[in-house]
């Protein structure tokens, strides 16, 4: 029997997650079946049901259902329960198991196949979002110097203090705040990546030799990417690695298996022009 997964969102035609889990399998020999579900905006809960009630092993979750997957997940993992959204579900016996899978592959993308080591380094992640929430916990494990959060609301960014206050490298605070401090990784988890806005981040927040990284990805030169250029940064990078990591994580979780996701990231990586 030929086992069936799925990604559901809405809007669902942009996703790349059937071409991306398709090469898994393709490329790990795993007998599946994954497909694109574009649920309706007031029936999350009941399309899921169905889609287990046919069978339905697993599903990855996009926009705007990562948090309504946290409120039906009898069995949310500890990266769920800290960022309060899921991006990962597994059905077994009756249960609903859930996972996010995104700040774990963030963190593989820089390290793997980026080369740039966290240990010991000054990160900072611009945003405070559920995508920020998510990071933290894999960013925290590598033992990085500092994990600072800016926000343009400095009592969002504040306000995961109390989530995380066992992480004593986390500051947060506004974007004035980070005057006169420089990063070694500066990480773009704010929706300016779909706008023309640039962050107010101070002069020489980019240390030498900084990276770059804009959690978007297939946007070129975002407005963060090129305000990083414009301050002397030469290592870039959009979010395609994180997408295709994140999803070697699930298919893992799912299979048993990890896939090689180079051959894959490479496919659907454009040059940062």
Known sequence: ?????????????????????????????QDIEYTAIEGPLDGFKATVEAFIANGGRGMNVTIPFKLQAFEIATDPMESARLAGAVNALKFEGGRIWAQNFDGLGLVNDIQRNLGVSLAGKRV???????????????IAAQKPAVIAVANRTAAKAQGLKADFAAHKALQTGGYDELAGETFDVVLNATSTGLSKDELPLPAGVFAPGALAYDLVYGKGLTPFLKQAQAAGVTQLADGVGMLVEQAAEAFEWWRGVRPDTK???ARFTIPLV
């Open 1 to 29: 029997m030929t086992d069936r997964y799925a990604v559901i969102g809405n809007p669902i035609g942009h996703s790349k997650s059937p071409l991306i889990h398709g090469a898994f399998a393709q490329a790990t020999g």
């Open 124 to 138: 900072l992640i611009c945003g405070a979002g559920g995508a920020t929430r998510g990071a933290i916990l894999p």
């Open 263 to 265: 051959p894959v990231i």
